[in-house]
């Protein structure tokens, strides 16, 4: 009998990883590899280009950092440049792969720099002169530098594109495309997105990736097992806002993340829940990035337990306890939709998100569930129940259910003949005969 693969990477000892990163990993606490770093890291450490597919929390961060690491330490170099190269969408993001970066690396020599944009532009200059081996970056600011001829990629050994789907999303393609084309081409990169039905993230790999496995965890269309997905109606705005005050008084959270279409949106709800004497912070994009890092560590450190984010903050929060996701407002579209409930439920933790839908959202809403094929649940509150119940159904013509009206056949009514008064005046007259055939004539012979 053929032995089971997985049995034999029950642990991380087994995936052969560098002895400093083994006790790095064991403090961290990480007891067994998730599916995703059983079967990515593997392939990686044979230095083969991937295209991975992955639900966000499901440690992917490890999937890639590990065997990047590993291949660093494993053949040393003399070279100058930056020898890894790790791209993500947002600064959020980008801190919390740095954080895991560092934690990682902690009993090596390997050095770890990130380049954000908000930060000193001259002290990341000089981060990337001191031969920084690992750099993690969003790519509007690496471009910035680029311009300035600061980094150096001709010796890069590895590129890696997290979230890619996120960042094609994000308008990131070109600057992406351009900052490939500037690595050494004899690299391993590795692509990691949420799904690999997105058109764009199958071009991109196309255009980047030579020779690449595929391992695909999950599809655009997979469940989240560990979510339960619910909506309530509301009647209005003001309605949403008791709803949400509401829920977040009553429902069972260590901390929960409430998402709006707008930062003034935020900015408008903070008010209302701090005077229900709940623990409420804002995150947007309008913010400087030093009030955006503060902000994060209070909700991290659970100072603050309740977050009002925009999609900013959709794919730069990995942090543990978020178990409640509220949509304020709906989402714009189904792939914010999976960004935002990605929050809660990962891994082995369970999540509950609820969309609070008016009647102006109602064909938004249900456009997400066709294009996600799932149904999520109806709710109510019953102390705050509203009077919009939905579309309402045509009782005759069926139009809400997608049903042709049927037609009644018309009834056949009397002609009615016009006299006119010229006419009345030739009565008893003698008709004079005319080439010209008459109408009834000529319908005969049409």
């Known amino acids: 009998m ?43 450490l044979e230095h083969k280009d991937l295209l991975v597919s992955a639900e966000t929390g499901s440690g992917k961060t490890a999937a890639f950092l590990l065997p990047t690491l590993h291949h660093l330490l494993a053949l040393p ?13 947002t600064r959020e993001l980008a801190q919390q792969i ?35 081996e690992i750099v993690i970056a969003t790519p509007g600011r690496l471009l910035e530098l680029m311009e300035q001829e600061t980094p150096n990629f001709s010796h890069l050994e590895v590129l890696i594109l997290d979230e890619a789907d996120r960042m094609l999303d994000m308008g990131f393609s070109e ?57 309530i109606l509301a009647d ?3 309605h949403k806002q008791k709803l949400l005050a509401w829920l977040l008084l009553n429902e069972s959270y260590d901390k929960a993340l409430v998402f709006t279409n707008s930062r003034i949106q935020a900015d408008t709800l903070r008010g209302p829940l701090r005077g229900q004497k709940l623990r409420v912070g804002v995150l947007h994009g309008e913010m400087d990035q030093k009030d955006r890092n503060r902000m994060m560590e209070l909700y991290r450190e659970g100072e603050v337990n309740i977050m009002i984010a925009t999609d900013l903050a959709a794919r730069g ?9 509220i949509n304020f407002d709906v989402p714009r579209n ?12 990962r891994v082995d933790e369970l999540g509950l998100t609820i969309a609070l839908v008016k009647s102006t959202e109602w064909n938004l809403m249900s456009g997400i569930e066709r294009f996600l094929k799932q149904k999520f649940k109806r709710r109510s509150i019953k102390e705050l129940e509203g009077k919009y119940k939905g579309p309402k159904k045509l009782k005759a013509s069926g139009k809400a259910a997608g049903v042709k009206k049927k037609t009644e056949p018309k009834k056949a009514v009397a002609e009615k003949v016009k006299i006119r008064h010229r006419d009345q005046k030739n009565v008893g007259k003698r008709r004079v005969p005319t080439n010209k055939p008459s109408s009834d004539e000529q319908e005969q012979k049409e």
């Open 2 to 44: 053929q032995p089971n693969p997985t049995d034999t990477l029950s642990s991380f000892s087994s995936l052969s990883l560098a002895e400093p990163l083994l006790m790095a990993v064991n403090k961290l606490g990480f007891q067994q590899p998730t599916p995703v770093q059983q079967q990515a890291i593997p392939l990686a």
């Open 77 to 89: 170099s003399r070279k100058f440049g930056t020898r890894a190269l790790i791209l993500a969408p």
């Open 98 to 132: 740095f954080k895991q970066c560092q934690q990682l690396v902690e009993f090596t020599d390997l050095k770890v720099g990130i380049i954000t944009g908000g930060d000193d532009f001259r002290l990341q200059q000089n981060m990337l002169r001191k031969n920084t």
């Open 175 to 231: 600057d992406v495309l351009t900052i490939a084309k500037s690595c050494n081409t004899q690299r391993q990169t590795l692509l990691f997105s949420a799904t690999l039905t997105h058109f764009g993230v199958i071009k991109m790999a196309d255009k980047i990736l030579q020779h690449h496995e595929i391992v695909a965890l999950n599809t655009l269309y997979d469940g989240h097992r560990n979510i339960e997905q619910q909506i």
């Open 236 to 238: 209005d705005n003001d």
């Open 317 to 325: 929060l990995d942090i543990k306890g978020i178990n409640l996701v």
């Open 334 to 345: 189904g792939i914010n939709y999976i960004h935002r409930i990605g929050r809660t439920g």
